[in-house]
């Protein structure tokens, strides 16, 4: 049986609390590995490691980390069948879903590439007479990303690639679930120069977790996951000084207008909806219709879920795998078999004929679903979309906005104006128009609203280079020789 231990310092480090976690192969429900459990003395160690060394990898110029980021993007670029694979293996995701997700973590390691760049403060001269002033962005120190299952190669490359070219040492916890996509990361970042230390890997659970955000030598948290545990997070980091950024989960809706391309509509969700089986926060589970063109919608999705080949990743050809957990793939089936005793319509049950072994469930179609059943108002995160009908713009637009999640949303239409409109007064973080999963490129940031984040910060781009830095500012005077004198005032303006 294979032993999946921690990566301290530059090297594969068994672990040695006697705890440890199962690692399941999704397409079978059979154990493939265990996965070392760290306990808190484990968790310090690391936690050491990294901040001895901080200092020189804080001093290491900016054009050297920059190559260190070059070097890894090849890396990356080279092993994504690799990657890709381990994600399958442990995840279930099929290997298209997975060379997606790597695809797009790599974005974030290019965009770090540019921190010689990204880094530049701002100068003003002669603010004063005499008197220069400028700004500088700074490390915080030892940082720490808790990551998700669902993604275990994209989102700890949103962390770490603008974390480490900031400056900062990292320390990763990813899901204990899947865990060996994160090993194979800190190997190849060995392998692109950065020195042993500055990232480190801890496995494990609640016991990790709770280090890390008690102790002190951890300046930042960055987390995406539930969102009970986004607040958690939130609150006991910030309460521990802290700086935390905590995203949550998601109920994301797409308004189907009456004059929108249904084709496009439908192929559209049929992806957003079933795609990785539903276990994304940022998948589309409610379609909010127009009741002029509902009926050919739901007809048209229909129509569309039985081409969609449901199965072990390792076979060819398959679109969707199994569920993550056999107790995670029970929950989801609960919020189908449950739909119809709260008034909805169970037009496609994926709950039946499904693939023998492992975790399967098929794709779901519910339709007349409405505020206050389960399958509308929880976070399903799975391969359930639901339906509800609406008269028009006005109410959909309503739904979205006193849902609890703020994270994505879209809009299908032909009209300019009422997509102009949409994106102005829905109160979510990351908009679609005509686009059904509006995932950030790399050069903006990623995040939501409402229960979707805790924290003011979002994810990567800008605004995780800025959540990776403290800005500083200078205010310089050089005397001239020639007239030098003592004076005691503060700088003037005029």
């Given amino acids: 049986m294979e032993r999946i231990s921690h990566w301290i310092d530059g090297r594969v480090v068994a672990g040695n609390s006697g705890r440890s976690g199962v690692v399941f192969d999704p397409a079978t429900g059979e154990q493939q590995a265990s996965v070392d459990f760290a306990s808190i003395e484990e968790v310090d160690q690391a ?68 921190i010689p760049n990204l880094l530049k403060g701002g100068y003003s001269e002669q ?28 989102v700890p490359m949103w962390m770490f690639a603008n974390a480490l070219a900031c400056g900062n040492t990292f320390i990763l916890k990813p899901s204990e679930k899947d865990p060996s996509a994160s090993m194979f990361i ?21 016991v990790a977790v709770d280090r890390l955000l008690d102790h002190p030598d951890i300046q930042a948290i960055s987390f995406v996951g539930s969102t009970p545990i986004a607040k958690y997070i939130y609150e006991t980091g910030t309460k521990n000084g802290k700086r935390v950024q905590a995203l949550g989960g998601a109920k994301n809706h797409m308004l189907v207008l009456a004059d929108a ?55 060819e050809g398959n679109e969707m795998g199994p569920l993550i957990t056999g107790e995670h793939r029970d929950k989801v089936r609960s919020y189908v078999e449950g739909a119809v005793a709260e008034g909805a319509t169970l037009v496609v049950d994926g709950t039946q004929d499904v693939p023998a072994g492992g975790f399967f469930l098929k794709p779901s179609l519910i339709d007349h679903a409405t505020p206050g059943m389960r399958c509308y108002d929880d976070e399903i995160f799975g391969p359930v979309l639901t339906v509800t009908r609406i008269k028009g713009y006005d109410d959909g637009l309503a739904l979205i906005n006193a849902n609890q999640f703020g994270n994505g949303t879209a809009i299908f239409t032909r009209d300019g104006g009422a ?37 003011d910060t979002h994810m990567y781009g800008p605004e995780g280079i800025n959540f990776y830095t403290r800005s500083k500012v200078v205010t310089s005077r050089w005397p001239d020789p020639r007239t030098s004198k003592v004076d005691l005032g503060f700088p003037q303006n005029r």
């Fill in 186 to 206: 800190a190997e190849l970042l060995k392998q692109a120069g950065l020195p042993d230390g500055t990232f480190n890997v801890v496995h494990g659970d609640k």
């Fill in 261 to 315: 391309d249904l084709d496009m509509a439908a192929d559209a969700v049929v992806s957003a909806a079933y795609g990785s089986a539903g276990e994304r926060c940022m998948a589309i589970s409610v379609v909010l219709a127009s009741e002029a063109i509902a009926d050919d919608l739901v007809g048209k999705i229909e129509d569309r879920i039985p081409a969609i080949k449901v199965g072990p990743a390792s076979e």
């Fill in 47 to 114: 936690i050491a490691v990294a901040k001895a060394a901080f200092p020189a990898w804080r001093s290491t110029n900016l054009s050297r980390r920059a190559e260190v980021m070059f070097h890894m993007r090849e890396l990356v670029d080279a092993n994504r069948k690799e990657i890709a694979s381990l994600i399958s293996k442990e995840h279930g995701k099929v290997l298209g879903d997975a060379l997606g997700e790597v695809a797009r973590g790599l974005e974030n390691i290019e965009y770090a590439t540019g």
């Fill in 127 to 154: 603010a004063s007479s005499g008197v220069d002033v400028y700004s500088i962005k700074q490390p915080l120190g030892v940082v720490a990303g808790i990551t998700p299952f669902n993604f275990p190669g994209m």
């Fill in 419 to 455: 997509a102009r409109q949409f994106q102005f007064d829905v109160q979510v973080g990351m908009v679609g128009i005509n686009v059904p999963i509006p995932v950030p490129v790399s050069y903006y940031s990623f995040g939501g609203w409402k229960a979707s984040l805790f924290g």
